[in-house]
């Protein structure tokens, strides 16, 4: 923490893009749109974090909401849906995501991996939800010494895993007044 906090100015000018898309996000998302494909376009930022070479989780999630735009917004309903366990909600998005790219066009693939399931979720509530990487959160987590180390093939407990992992260690970052305080300023 000491060496984040020494390096804090650097790595926030680098990060503070991240707050921009969502304030992006919350200032359009109207899961009741009557146009769900235009709000999702203007809601969903064209950002690194959504496309990127050879990887386009965003034209293809618009994408669907242009073909089926009600099966879409089904699928942002769920995934949102606090009342519903975390794992079963990643896995349904995935199977509703399978199911239009196989009933409405010739794609190779929809995108829609739990790292941007993650990244709709902490759009959405970013005061619970982190962006999940398998490669950071397992390094992150071994280099603690962690009890949670993800493992290949177990993708939604992967997830969840990583979330209550960083959940700990936001509680211990909030504990340290000067952190706090670099941040709010």
Known sequence: LSEYKNEFHTRWNDEMYKWELIQQFQNNWNINAENFHD??????????????????????????????????????KNLFDESQDLEQRLK???????????????????????????????????????????????????ELNNDFIPKKGLAEKNVAGCFDFYRKLTNLVKEDKEMTDMFNN
């Not at 064209?46 to 699928?75: G, H, W, Y």
């Not at 199977?95 to 902490?122: C, F, P, R």
Request: hydrophobic share 40%; proline share 4%.
């Open 39 to 76: 709000m999702l376009e203007q809601a969903l930022p064209n950002t690194n974090l959504l496309n990127s070479a050879n990887f386009f989780p965003r034209l293809m999630i618009l994408a669907f909401a242009k073909i089926v735009p009600e099966e879409v917004r089904t699928m942002f």
């Open 92 to 142: 349904n998005f995935k199977q509703s995501a399978d199911k239009i790219k196989n009933e409405n066009g010739d794609w190779t693939s929809h995108y829609q991996q739990e790292n941007v399931m993650s990244i709709y979720l902490w759009l959405k509530y970013p005061e619970k939800y982190f962006i999940y990487k398998f490669s950071e959160c397992k390094h992150f987590a071994e």
